[in-house]
């Protein structure tokens, strides 16, 4: 699968920017904080990828999933969460998730994994290459996008972390 736009789907503006800043530079990236916004943007622009994590404020991001799926049915919607349980892996796949991953996971992991750039990881172990990726993503969002506190935190330089970004944005 070529993933060319992608729709991002959560309450967390940091999360939406950290994301929606990673996959940018080789995609059309979407953002939505809410079902309704989601929907309308599907509608519109029908993304060949959308990203819908599973508390959206209130709501729940199975609401969003199904009000894609019935906009949109050719995109590919991944539910991403950090509170996965069997049962709701089951009910996300019922309501039209045609993935369930667990957080932490970055942009590019999802996009790796569906466009099958990496081999598969078949014991669910992450590699060091994409464990750094979430550490760095997850710094960035507690930074909010500041690259040079980032780089304090991580203890490398700001050229370094910039480096990096890219190397893990695919450019």
Same mark, same amino acid.
């Not at 916004?37 to 209130?58: F, I, M, Y």
């Given at each position: 699968m070529?993933? &060319?736009?992608?729709?991002l789907?959560? +309450?967390?503006?940091?999360?939406?920017?950290?994301?929606?800043r990673?996959?940018?530079?080789?995609?059309?990236?979407? @953002?939505?904080?809410?079902?309704? @916004?989601?929907?309308? #943007?599907?509608?519109?622009?029908?993304?060949?990828?959308?990203?819908v +994590?599973?508390?959206l404020?209130?709501?729940?991001?199975?609401?969003?999933?199904?009000?894609?799926?019935? *906009?949109?049915?050719?995109? #590919?919607?991944?539910?991403?969460?950090?509170?996965? /349980?069997?049962?709701? /892996?089951? *009910?996300?796949?019922?309501?039209?998730?045609?993935? #369930?991953?667990?957080?932490?996971? @970055?942009g590019?992991d999802? #996009?790796r994994?569906? *466009?099958?750039?990496?081999?598969?990881?078949?014991?669910? /172990?992450? /590699?060091?290459?994409?464990? *750094?990726?979430?550490?760095?993503? &997850?710094?960035?969002?507690?930074?909010?996008?500041?690259?040079?506190?980032?780089?304090? &935190?991580?203890?490398?330089?700001?050229? @370094?972390?910039?480096?990096?970004?890219?190397?893990?944005?695919?450019?």
């Amino acid at each position: 699968m070529q993933v &060319r736009t992608v729709l991002l789907v959560d +309450d967390d503006e940091r999360l939406l920017a950290a994301m929606s800043r990673t996959l940018s530079p080789l995609r059309s990236v979407f @953002t939505a904080s809410d079902t309704p @916004t989601a929907a309308s #943007v599907c509608r519109r622009e029908h993304p060949d990828l959308a990203v819908v +994590d599973l508390r959206l404020g209130s709501a729940s991001g199975l609401d969003a999933v199904r009000a894609l799926k019935a *906009e949109s049915p050719q995109t #590919v919607i991944v539910l991403i969460s950090g509170y996965l /349980t069997t049962d709701l /892996t089951v *009910e996300a796949v019922k309501a039209g998730a045609d993935v #369930v991953m667990a957080k932490p996971v @970055t942009g590019i992991d999802i #996009v790796r994994r569906l *466009e099958q750039a990496e081999p598969a990881n078949d014991d669910g /172990t992450p /590699t060091l290459a994409s464990a *750094e990726a979430a550490h760095i993503a &997850r710094v960035m969002t507690d930074c909010n996008g500041n690259i040079s506190e980032a780089a304090r &935190r991580l203890g490398i330089s700001r050229s @370094t972390l910039q480096r990096k970004l890219r190397k893990n944005s695919g450019s």
